[in-house]
C-alpha cells in the first residue's frame, strides 16, 4: 500500500522504496527497501548521513497503532483525506 498502489503502479516497476516513519505515522526514523545491490550501496555510501539507535517504547506504540488502523482498510486515510480538505478550504 501506499503511493505505489495509489498510482496504480505495479511493485515490480519500483527499483526502491523509502519511507520515513516522521512523517506518514508517528514515528522516528525510516527505512529503505530493494533489491540487495541497491540496499547494499545505501549501507556502503550512506553511512554518512544515518545513524541507528532504538527508538523510544513509546514511540515505537504509537507507530504499532497507526499501522494497525491504516490496516484496517483505505477508509480511515479517505476520512483523513477529506477532513485535511475541508480544513484547507475553511481557512
Excluded at 512523517?23 to 553511512?47: D, E, N
Excluded at 527508538?55 to 497507526?66: E, K, L, M, N, R
Amino acid at each position: 500500500r501506499g503511493l505505489t498502489e495509489q498510482a496504480g503502479v505495479k511493485i515490480e516497476d519500483v527499483d526502491m522504496i523509502v519511507g520515513s516513519l516522521e512523517y506518514a505515522i508517528p514515528g522516528i526514523g525510516g527505512f529503505c527497501a530493494g533489491r540487495a545491490s541497491i540496499v547494499r550501496h545505501q549501507r556502503l555510501y550512506g553511512a554518512g548521513y544515518c545513524f541507528s539507535a532504538a527508538s523510544p517504547t513509546y514511540s515505537v506504540a504509537s507507530a504499532v497503532a497507526a499501522i494497525k488502523d491504516l490496516a484496517q482498510g483505505a477508509e480511515q486515510p479517505r476520512k483523513l483525506a477529506e477532513a485535511a480538505g475541508l480544513m484547507k478550504k475553511e481557512l
